[in-house]
């Protein structure tokens, strides 16, 4: 299970590209005889279980990782953009003592006083791959992998190798992905998401995939040109940075078999604009990092507008209200999720494993939704950020829907405000684009346009320079409730 596909090329297709990054250009046996140097090496160095990545993404993370699974060991992807103090708690709470990691980023490690390894003098030793993987059970952990900390201290997410594996066949199986596709890595690989889309699956593939170190509109529109780009895999933000380059035709998107957005909702305008300027869809999907992470996705041959799409073949989908009981198709309530790809628990957390996952095996994923009758699925919001006002229940994905539908706006973000006389009232929070100006009014009008009950319309907006975001590009709403409640 996942080592397997990469010494499978590297024996029998050795001399296919295998990644190409910023240093260069490299086939499937220097990949795994990379991977194998690690390997050997991480032997020598810890007798620790778990080791940690703090890796940009890059043939180096990609035989790091695969390096440390071929040493028998356990991938801990450390997310270099945390604080300190929530990298120093990733390190503790794993029980690492080893980092790999670059010079550029050394200082981060040492936030948890562990041995840091130096990529580049790791990978001078690459060794002769093994024609055999180590020993893996289905049920052992494969990567700990720590949520990004919205809210308070990351927490560890173990995943199997079965969980990992059973999700990588479903994916590829539902997107019809293929050997000859070529992948554009612009997520971070210390993501699930980035992981899975673009390591894993190019890797069992045998495919190609281009690796950004960091996030780029006009590199990514070069690479697309230069590389004949068939897939890309990206959060919302970054397609819409993609979207205000000027120089950006519908000519460049011509070899792209799939646009997939995950990570935070897609935008129903952004969706427009890709469709009617480059002529190409963008796919949405729908995860966790519980769930490995897909979940369900819109795929080329099978797709709903406004959907997340279907799930992928071994997900079971249960609606549920809050008492737990199953509803009927259309009507809205918790997502709850079964299947292979579910986690097998949160890292040393015994009660809230306890609470996030029933006793016949679904996981309670917090997200509010629905499906219709032919199976898609809908994702309608977080029931923590559900906005309560006298009684009623607002939905921010729906207002921020109606704010984004004004052309001068680009970026929203609804949250709750407590009010002592009806509970709640809703505060938007509005990003213009470059030199655009935005009256409170006109954002009235937009939501009213749009159909939104008088109720739902925001009682106060905050014109923005930006908002806060995540490393993946997500908002972060909790800081915007912090912000509106203070005092």
């Not at 700990?144 to 990588?168: A, E, F, R």
């Not at 590829?172 to 993501?191: C, T, W």
């Not at 729908?286 to 979940?295: A, D, F, H, K, Q």
């Not at 006298?390 to 984004?404: F, M, Q, S």
Request: hydrophobic share 40%; proline share 7%.
């Amino acid at each position: 299970m996942l080592i397997e596909s990469l010494l499978s090329h590297a024996a029998q297709t050795p001399d296919d590209i295998a990644v190409i990054d910023e240093s260069g250009r490299f086939t499937y046996r220097q990949l795994a005889g990379s991977a194998a140097g690690v390997a050997a090496q991480l032997t020598r160095l810890t007798d620790r279980p778990h080791v940690g990545l703090m890796l940009p993404a890059g043939a180096g993370y990609v035989a790091s990782f695969y390096g440390t699974l071929l040493a028998g060991k356990t991938v801990v992807p450390v997310n270099f953009l945390l604080s300190d103090r929530e990298i120093a708690h990733v390190m503790a709470d794993s029980g690492i003592d080893t980092v790999v990691t670059i010079p550029q980023l050394a200082g981060k490690s040492k936030a948890g006083g562990v041995r840091i390894v130096d990529l580049s003098e790791l990978m001078k030793t690459p060794v002769a791959p093994p024609t055999q993987s180590p020993e893996r059970n289905a049920d052992d952990m494969a990567v700990l992998m720590y949520t990004s900390g919205t809210s308070g201290l990351p927490k560890g997410v173990v995943l199997t190798y079965g969980n990992l594996q059973s999700d990588l066949d479903a994916c590829i199986e539902h997107a019809g992905l293929q050997h000859k596709h070529k992948f554009l890595g612009v997520i971070p690989l210390f993501h699930s998401f980035g992981m899975t889309a673009m390591m894993l699956a190019p890797v069992q593939l045998g495919s190609t995939v281009i690796y950004m170190a960091r996030f780029s509109a006009v590199a990514t529109l070069n690479a697309l040109r230069e590389h004949a780009v068939s897939l890309i895999f990206a959060v919302p933000s970054m397609l819409a940075a993609i979207a205000h380059l000027k120089n950006a035709r519908a000519e460049d998107f011509q070899s792209i078999y799939a646009i997939i957005s995950g990570g935070e909702p897609l935008p129903a305008k952004l969706r427009d604009v890709f469709r009617e300027r480059f002529g190409v869809m963008i796919h949405e999907g729908y995860g966790l990092t519980e769930t490995s992470p897909v979940v369900s996705l819109n795929v080329p041959n099978l797709y709903r507008q406004g959907s997340v799409g279907k799930p992928v073949p071994g997900v079971e989908v249960k609606i549920t209200d809050d008492d737990g009981r199953a509803l009927p198709t259309g009507q809205t309530g918790e997502i709850w999720l079964r299947g292979p790809m579910i986690m097998k628990g949160y890292y040393n957390l015994p009660s809230e494993t306890h609470q996030a996952l029933t006793p016949d095996g679904f996981f309670k994923t917090g997200d509010l939704g629905m499906t219709d009758a032919d199976g898609f699925l809908y994702v309608t919001g977080r029931i923590k950020d559900l906005i309560i006002i006298a009684g009623e229940k607002a939905v921010p994905r729906e207002i921020e829907e109606a704010l984004l539908g004004h052309p001068a706006v680009a970026e929203a973000a609804v949250v709750g405000k407590k009010d002592p006389g009806r509970g709640e009232s809703i505060v938007a929070f509005v990003v213009p684009r470059p030199g655009q100006e935005i009256k409170p009014e006109a954002l009235r009008e937009s939501c009213r346009s749009h159909g939104l009950a008088q109720w739902k319309i925001p009682r106060e907006f905050r014109i923005e320079k930006d908002l806060p975001h995540s490393p993946t590009g997500k908002v972060l709403k909790r800081v915007l409730t912090e912000m509106v409640n203070q005092g």
